[in-house]
Every structure is written in structure tokens, then in C-alpha cells.
């Protein structure tokens, strides 16, 4: 278990294309998902940009980059996964999606593939249930940037096997990531520990303690934060900040959650932060 080399990933977002990008630089021959063409054709072309980065610094050559964009194909049809040992899903945070598409994937996929979900903070145990095969379905909740980031956030469902964890724990650091475990309980460790800080930082900016510059600026210099958490906030997208914010409010019934006004007021704005143009800052 954990030698995946036929890998799928449903969802060509921003996660979804960094965790095809770093499959295929493993040597994975990847499957890239998602309902629209445009989507995916947008997916490779965050990969292609990514890989030029590195083929900037001197770390991939012409070559290289093209071998692993051979490793790469597209498809709008999630029937693909009857060929997949291992499907990844990064499509958008809602329990109800998830749901429908491991329902499908269960359908679809082979007795022996694994089911994993690139969740922030939704229940894999729920995701779990949904299938005939529990035991196989587990949490790898990558960070973004994903080709950057070292980090593989492993979430095991109260049902994940022995079997399944390990080979998850195997393949992630095939992937040339950290993985590091933890139980299925809301915003695992990550997000229970990132938003509540980042909610604290929009507090902050709502009850005029200080300018949004000046607050990163402080977690910045004060923490060696690489971003400050309204910067990092705008990065990760407001909607999905507030989202987790209201996952663990409901999860846990502890007021200490309680998601700040100024965050709903501009997720209800649409200032979703650098996707949309703007967020606590204004993106050019
Ligand atoms: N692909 C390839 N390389 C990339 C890249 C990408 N997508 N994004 C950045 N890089 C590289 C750059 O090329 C650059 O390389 P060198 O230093 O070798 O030249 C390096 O990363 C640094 O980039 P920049 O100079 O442009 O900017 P930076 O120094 O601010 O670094 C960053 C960018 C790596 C994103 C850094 O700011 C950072 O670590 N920020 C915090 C990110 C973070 O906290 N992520 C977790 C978010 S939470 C999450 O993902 C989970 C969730 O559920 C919400």
C-alpha cells in the first residue's frame, strides 16, 4: 500500500492543481477533474505558471517541465476513476458536494481505491459514511501554496483503517511532503488554530485597534509570520475564512468561534480577498 502511481484529483481549483502539480513532479500519472473544460484548461495553466518558477530558479529544466505536463491529463468525466488507485478530492467546501461526488466515486472507483478528501475543516467521518467502503476514505488536507508548503495535514476518520492511514502516510511523503496525523474533530489542527487568529486579527481591524497594515505588519515582525493573517486571510479567500469560522462555531457550540461582523460584512460584499480584487487590501 501507499505506491500510488495512478492518481486522481477532483477539482482543478487552486488546491486541486497543486496537488496534480505535485503528484505528477513525484512521477504520478495524474487525472485532473472538474465539470467544466475551462476549468481545467485554467488548472493547467496555474501548473504550467507554477512550474516556470521553479524552472526560473534552476531547480527544472525545459524538459523536465514537459515530462511532467505529459504526466497530466484532463477530463470533465469522474468516471476516470475506475482507472485511479487513489482519488483525491478538492472540489468546493460544501458537506452536500463532497457527499454526492464520494457517493459517485464509490460507484465508480475500484474496491481497492482509496477515497481521500482535501477538506479544511468539513467532517471526514460524514464523507466516510456516505460509502461502502469507509474503511478506505481518509483526510489529506494539503496548504496552499501546495507546491510550496510542506505540510500534509492526514485526518483519520473514525473509521480510516490501519491499512489506509499508512499507506497515506507512505504516499504523502512519496509526494516529497510532511504528514503529520490527526483525529477528525471540526478545523482538525490547522485551521482550529490559523482561524480563530485570523478572526482575532479582523476583530482587531473592527473595533479600530489598529490600521490593516499595521496589524499584519506586527505578526509580521513580531511573530516571523511569513504573512500577516489579514494578507494571509486574502490569500486563502474571506468566504472560505468565514466558512471554517461557522464550522467551528458549529461544531464545537463555543461562543470563543463566533465569527466577527467585519468578516461577514465583506464576505456578503463579495470582497472575497485577492480572487475577487479585493479584500482587507485592493488587489490591482
Ligand atoms: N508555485 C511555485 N513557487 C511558488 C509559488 C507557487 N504557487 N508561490 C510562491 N512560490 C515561490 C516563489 O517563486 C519564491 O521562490 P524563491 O524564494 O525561491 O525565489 C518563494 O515561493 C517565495 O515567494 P514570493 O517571494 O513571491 O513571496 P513570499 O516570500 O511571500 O512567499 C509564500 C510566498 C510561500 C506563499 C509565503 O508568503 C508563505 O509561506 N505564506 C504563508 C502561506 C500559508 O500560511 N499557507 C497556509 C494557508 S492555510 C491553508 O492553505 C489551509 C486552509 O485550509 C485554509
Same mark, same amino acid.
Given at each position: 500500500?501507499?505506491?500510488?502511481?495512478?492518481?486522481? $484529483?477532483?477539482?482543478?481549483?487552486?488546491?486541486?492543481?497543486?496537488?496534480?502539480? $505535485?503528484?505528477?513532479?513525484?512521477?504520478?500519472?495524474?487525472?485532473?477533474?472538474d465539470i467544466k473544460e475551462e476549468y481545467t484548461e485554467r488548472g493547467k495553466r496555474t501548473i504550467e505558471a507554477s512550474l516556470q518558477r521553479f524552472v526560473k530558479k534552476g531547480q527544472l529544466s525545459e524538459e523536465e517541465t514537459a515530462v511532467i505536463m505529459g504526466r497530466v491529463t484532463t477530463t470533465t468525466d469522474i468516471n476516470q476513476a475506475k482507472s485511479a488507485q487513489i482519488v483525491i478530492e478538492a472540489a468546493t467546501e460544501q458537506l452536500a458536494i463532497k457527499k454526492e461526488i464520494f457517493m459517485?466515486?464509490?460507484?465508480?472507483?475500484?474496491?481497492?481505491?482509496?477515497?481521500?478528501?482535501?477538506?479544511?475543516?468539513?467532517?471526514?467521518?460524514?464523507?466516510?459514511?456516505?460509502?461502502?467502503?469507509? #474503511?478506505?476514505?481518509?483526510?489529506?488536507? =494539503?496548504?496552499?501554496?501546495?507546491?510550496?508548503?510542506?505540510?500534509? #495535514?492526514?485526518?483519520?476518520?473514525?473509521?480510516?483503517?490501519?491499512?489506509?492511514?499508512?499507506?497515506?502516510?507512505?504516499?504523502?511523503?512519496?509526494?516529497?511532503?510532511?504528514?503529520?496525523?490527526?483525529? !477528525?474533530?471540526?478545523?482538525?489542527?490547522?485551521?482550529?488554530?490559523?482561524?480563530?487568529?485570523?478572526?482575532?486579527?479582523?476583530?482587531?481591524?473592527?473595533?479600530? $485597534?489598529?490600521?490593516? #497594515?499595521?496589524?499584519?505588519?506586527?505578526?509580521?515582525?513580531?511573530?516571523?509570520?511569513?504573512?500577516?493573517?489579514?494578507?494571509?486571510? !486574502?490569500?486563502?479567500?474571506?468566504?472560505?475564512?468565514?466558512?471554517?469560522?461557522?464550522?467551528?462555531?458549529?461544531?464545537?457550540? !463555543?461562543?470563543?468561534?463566533?465569527?466577527?461582523?467585519?468578516?461577514?460584512?465583506? $464576505?456578503?460584499?463579495?470582497?472575497?480577498?485577492?480572487?475577487?480584487?479585493?479584500? =482587507?487590501?485592493?488587489?490591482?
Open positions: 500500500m501507499g505506491n500510488y502511481q495512478r492518481v486522481m $484529483v477532483i477539482g482543478a481549483g487552486q488546491m486541486g492543481s497543486g496537488i496534480v502539480q $505535485v503528484a505528477a513532479q513525484a512521477g504520478c500519472e495524474v487525472v485532473m477533474q459517485k466515486l464509490d460507484q465508480i472507483a475500484p474496491k481497492e481505491t482509496v477515497l481521500a478528501t482535501n477538506t479544511s475543516s468539513l467532517p471526514v467521518t460524514e464523507l466516510a459514511a456516505v460509502t461502502n467502503r469507509p #474503511e478506505q476514505v481518509i483526510g489529506m488536507h =494539503f496548504m496552499n501554496p501546495v507546491p510550496m508548503m510542506k505540510l500534509v #495535514e492526514v485526518i483519520r476518520a473514525l473509521q480510516t483503517s490501519d491499512e489506509t492511514f499508512n499507506g497515506v502516510m507512505k504516499f504523502a511523503e512519496q509526494l516529497g511532503k510532511k504528514p503529520v496525523a490527526v483525529q !477528525d474533530f471540526p478545523g482538525f489542527i490547522s485551521n482550529r488554530i490559523l482561524m480563530p487568529m485570523i478572526n482575532e486579527a479582523v476583530y482587531c481591524l473592527y473595533e479600530g $485597534v489598529a490600521e490593516p #497594515e499595521a496589524i499584519d505588519e506586527i505578526m509580521k515582525l513580531g511573530m516571523n509570520h511569513p504573512m500577516g493573517p489579514l494578507q494571509l486571510a !486574502d490569500f486563502i479567500g474571506l468566504d472560505t475564512c468565514l466558512y471554517i469560522m461557522e464550522v467551528l462555531y458549529d461544531g464545537f457550540g !463555543d461562543s470563543k468561534y463566533r465569527p466577527c461582523p467585519l468578516l461577514r460584512k465583506y $464576505v456578503t460584499a463579495g470582497w472575497l480577498g485577492k480572487k475577487s480584487g479585493r479584500g =482587507f487590501y485592493v488587489y490591482a
